[in-house]
Every structure is written in C-alpha cells, then in structure tokens.
C-alpha cells in the first residue's frame, strides 16, 4: 500500500499526458443534448463517481444520478437512458453488476463511458468509450493509487467537455502536488483513533466523496467504525453521536462551502469535539498552499492514506491484506 501511495503521483502524469485522447473521446461525445448524466460505480469507484458528480454538476451544469445496479441484475427493470451521459468506474472491470448495467445502458441509447484501470476488460468491453487509468497493477487489496487515478481521469473528462481551461491547468499541477503531499504528516489523527469508539470523517461538495474514501480506509484497514458525511448532515442528527471518543476528520476547501465548513469547525471545538481539520486559516493539520478546489480533494487523499498505512502498521495490522476482503470483489 505505501508503495502503491507513493507512485499516484506518476499515475496522475500519465493521465495529464494522455489528454489528447480525452479530448478526442470529448468530441465525440457530444454532451450537448445530454439530459443527465449517470454514474455507476461500487465501494472506491463510487466515492470517484461522488467527486465526479460534484464536478459534472458544477462544470457541465447536468443533474447527476447515482446508477443502482441492481435494478439491472436484480429487479430486471432497463432504465429509459436515451442520450444520457453514462459513466462507469471501475478498477478491475469485472464486477457483473457494472458489465450488466453499462450493457443496458448502452442498449437504451445512452452514451457510456467507461474509466477503467483494466481495459481489457468485461466492463470496458460493454462501454462505447474508454478512458484508461493505466495505473498498472495494484497489489494492497485496500485501492489507493487507482482511485486517485479514477478522480484525476474523470476530472480530466469534464475539463475536456465543459472546455475548462482553470480545470485543465489545475491537474497540469496536480502530480507534483500528490508527491510534496507524500510528506505530510497526519500522525495526529492516528493518536486519536487509539481510544476512538467511531470515527466521523467531513467535507462538503467536491471533497465529499474524499471524506467518504478516507472512511471507508478507516473502516477496511484499522478496522475502526467510521462514517463519511457531508459537514452539512453534521449539523444534523449525526451530531448527537459525537463525544470525545469520536474524533471528526474534516477537509476544507476554498470555494462556496468554506464559510459552512469553518462554522461548523467553530462549533466543533468549542464542544470540546476532538477536530482535526485540514484547509483554511484555521486547519490543524499540514497542508499545501490550497489550489484548486477540484482537485485538493484527490491530493488530500494522500496523507490520509499514509497515516492510515502506517497506523495499521503499528498496530500489528496488515494495510495490503484487511480480513475478509479480495482484491476483486464480483457483486450481482
């Protein structure tokens, strides 16, 4: 997994080199008479899908579905997707839900893209285009490298559809971004977790779906309890549950939803709530001089990969073999 972490930042040049043929894929697209966009994707994949949403929904201004696959392979019921935007994620492409729903998807008439790791793949055969990670292979059963992969190649997507020249030179910066994120030291959080009962990790908007992948790590890797929530829902039922054994991980971005983000931090502290923030004026824990807000969501995951790798580490734990889990996981 620390090795698999430390080579993102190449996975992400490579993507940024290969933006010709994104825009090529853009082209032909023709996003124009989409009425909205579906996203289809599972565990890391679906947190990808998440970011991605935020930014189709933002940048190309078309209202974003998550895909449920089971109405596919369970329910049977064909979705009526003519001209949508379909796009699946998927690391191995080999999960029959994802094959089943991107095959339907296509045959309603939508237009599906695939953004893969694996390009001879089942998923990527049934899609009409390709984007490839080529992250190459990912031994940790734990997704890192890959999912950063993932966000990076569907932000260059929507860069290419909506014509963003700020998104585009945004993810030029993004690789040696991930490699000074490499030495950052979250350790703090990892003294928390030690006599934590549960974890909350927030964010809001385009870091949501990095809240929920760090959440999701916490849970596969140190085998803690942890909830990925927007800072919002925080302010809500949620609340009740946080005491001093449940420390909040929260990540601030500097866009529309920093004022939302610092208040809600504000509350936090003052209820004695053991906060560890990253962003802002007011974050306790080491970050970069803040960028773009598109793309502080995918460097922000590489920090808190490297505390979580090497808490599992000292607590006897194997980061790249959680019990229990494959490295491909087939779900129907």
């Known amino acids: 997994m620390a090795n698999e972490i430390g080579e993102s930042a190449d996975v992400v040049a490579n993507i940024v080199r290969s933006r010709p043929t994104t825009r090529d894929i853009a082209q032909r697209i023709g996003i124009g008479s989409a009425p909205l966009c579906v996203v289809c994707g599972r565990g890391s994949s679906g947190h990808a899908g998440l970011f991605l949403r935020y930014l189709v929904e933002t940048r190309l201004r078309l209202p974003v579905s998550a895909s449920a ?183 601030r971005l500097m866009d529309e939803t920093a004022a939302t983000v610092d208040a809600l931090a504000e509350e936090l502290r003052e209820q004695k709530v053991a906060l560890h923030l990253c962003g802002g004026p007011h974050g306790s824990l080491p970050w970069l001089v803040q960028d773009d807000p598109a793309t502080d969501p995918i460097a922000m995951l590489v920090p808190a990969y490297r505390m979580i790798e090497e808490a599992a580490c000292a607590r006897g734990f194997d980061p790249d073999r959680p019990p229990g889990l494959s490295k491909i996981t087939e779900t129907f």
């Open 69 to 251: 696959p089971s109405v596919i392979t369970a329910f049977r019921k064909p979705l009526m997707l003519r001209d949508a935007l379909f796009i699946v994620i998927s690391q191995s492409g080999r999960s029959p839900d994802l094959v089943a729903a991107t095959r339907s998807a296509r045959a309603s008439g939508a237009r599906t893209v695939a953004i893969v790791n694996t390009t001879s793949s089942p998923v990527a055969d049934e899609a009409e285009f390709v984007v490839p990670i080529e992250a190459g292979e990912e031994h940790s059963v734990a997704a890192t490298k890959t999912v950063i992969g993932s966000m990076a190649a569907g932000a260059g997507l929507v860069a290419e559809l909506a014509q963003d020249r700020a998104l585009g030179s945004a993810l030029d910066r993004l690789p040696e971004r991930l490699h000074r994120a490499l030495a950052l030291d979250w350790s703090e959080i990892a003294d928390d977790l030690v006599k934590a009962s549960a974890v909350f990790v927030a964010a809001r908007g385009l870091a949501l779906g990095s809240a929920r992948e760090i959440a999701l790590k916490l849970s596969e890797i140190l085998r803690l309890p942890s909830i990925g929530l927007s800072a919002a829902e925080l302010q809500h039922g949620p609340r009740a549950a946080l005491s001093s054994r449940t420390p909040v991980v929260m990540m």
